[in-house]
Nanobody
Framework: QVQLVESGGGLVQAGGSLRLSCAAS????????MGWYRQAPGKQRELVAV???????NYADSVKERFTISRDNAKNTVYLHLDSLKPEDTAVYYC?????????????WGQGTQVTVSS
């Protein structure tokens, strides 16, 4: 079994910063892409950022130059550093990872962490 556990959400004022973490554990042989989605109330889930095993990254236009995704392969952990936060960044943030367990590759999700930005 594979588990993704997120941490680091919270309440912050506009202009502030947060760092989200997502650690994968369990039957893991290798991890390809890891990333973050978010879902605001009444809106569809949207991709925020992704980082591949080789280190290539992609960001949603709305967060470019404000958010930074990184990963620590030794710890099977992905991070999302959120800077210059805006009220419209308020959402539940979900991490995901594409994990190969020697038999099959599956996508796993974290439980979600709330980020609330006050104006």
């Amino acid at each position: 079994q594979v588990q993704l556990v997120e941490s680091g959400g919270g309440l912050v004022q506009a202009g502030g910063s947060l760092r989200l973490s997502c650690a994968a554990s369990g039957s893991i042989f290798s991890i390809n892409a890891m990333g973050w989605y978010r879902q605001a109330p009444g809106k569809q889930r949207e991709l925020v950022a992704v980082i591949r095993s080789g280190g290539n990254t992609n960001y949603a236009d709305s967060v470019k130059e404000r958010f930074t995704i990184s990963r620590d392969n030794a710890k099977n952990t992905v991070y999302l550093h959120l800077d210059s936060l805006k009220p419209e960044d308020t959402a539940v943030y979900y991490c995901y990872a594409n994990i190969f367990d020697r038999a099959v590759s599956r996508q796993y999700w974290g439980q979600g962490t709330q980020v609330t930005v006050s104006s």
